[in-house]
């Protein structure tokens, strides 16, 4: 079974695949944005109040479809069977997860809060969750 490690927020994803030589990384960049400005638009609320355009939740609409695609080209880079650990800051891991319930052969070990972190960061996490535990034995001795 594959052991993949996924730190996710609303701009990009870090994808790390756990193999016994290493980590092989990809990197999924985001299209969505909460507020995006259009070339030549002065004022939100003066162009669009006039026409009854309710442009608030057009643009959650816009927003809530470049997730959905963003989440499903993360799941695209797992491959079945897998062991999946996904940590980020925010809420997206949330999406993550739910999405990843649905795909079969997909399990989700863990989904752990973390902050922003540098690439050194994220590898030294995926590598401690994935490391195998090393069980303490004394050497012959009797323990009371």
Not at 42 to 55: E, I, L, M, P
Not at 81 to 99: N, W
Request: proline share 4%; with cysteine.
């Amino acid at each position: 079974m594959k052991k993949y490690g996924i730190w996710i927020d609303s701009k990009a994803a870090w994808v790390a695949e756990v193999t016994e030589t290493g980590l092989i990384e990809t990197t999924i960049q985001s299209e969505a944005e909460r507020k995006p400005r259009f070339p030549g638009e002065k004022s939100r609320k003066t162009t669009r109040a006039s026409k009854g355009f309710d442009y608030e939740s057009s643009q959650e609409a816009h927003f809530s479809e470049a997730l959905k695609k963003y989440i499903r080209q993360t799941i695209a880079t797992l491959r079945a069977p897998a062991e999946v650990l996904i940590f980020g800051p925010g809420e997206v891991k949330h999406h993550l997860e739910k999405a990843c319930l649905e795909k079969r052969g997909v399990v989700v070990l863990a989904v752990k809060p973390h902050d922003k972190a540098t690439l050194n960061q994220k590898r030294k996490f995926v590598r401690d969750f994935f490391a195998p535990v090393k069980v303490k034995t004394t050497s012959g001795r009797r323990l009371r």
